[in-house]
């Protein structure tokens, strides 16, 4: 049986806020991956099975809050935990988010300390004892 994947699916359009997240994250010995195109997301979900999404929502060209309900719709996320990131934080935009399937939501400027926390939480562990 192969390890769990450990790998953290960030989809955040803004370059700067990205790259703090994944240092972050990388300094906590957890992997990230950016998908540059929301169109691509599906793909890269069907095709490697990350441990984690992390998703802005406000992308180019798509709304993640839509790009969320549709990978929910057609049952990509099947156990694949969410964090929504976004400047929005209003009651309203929070229970949307929860409601397309995003175990946490979290305002942007992101605390990288809850998130690398709230991360590795979501992690899938490998003791199989």
Not at 52 to 62: E, G, S
Not at 71 to 96: A, D, H, Y
Not at 100 to 124: C, H, I, N, S, W
């Amino acid at each position: 049986m192969s390890a769990p994947n450990t790998v953290a699916l960030i989809v955040i359009s803004d370059r700067l806020q990205r790259e703090v997240i994944q240092m972050a994250l990388n300094r906590s010995g957890i992997d990230t991956v950016h998908v540059p195109r929301p169109r691509e997301v599906e793909d890269y979900i069907e095709k490697y099975r990350p441990a984690v999404l992390i998703l802005d929502i406000f992308l180019q060209q798509v709304n993640g809050l839509e790009l969320l309900r549709g990978l929910k719709e057609r049952k990509r996320l099947n156990g694949l935990p969410v964090i929504v990131v976004s400047s929005l934080g209003f009651k309203e935009v929070i229970q949307q988010a929860a409601l397309a399937g995003a175990r946490y939501f979290m305002v942007k400027p992101v605390d990288t300390d809850l998130l690398v926390e709230r991360v590795q939480k979501l992690m899938p562990s490998d003791d199989l004892a």
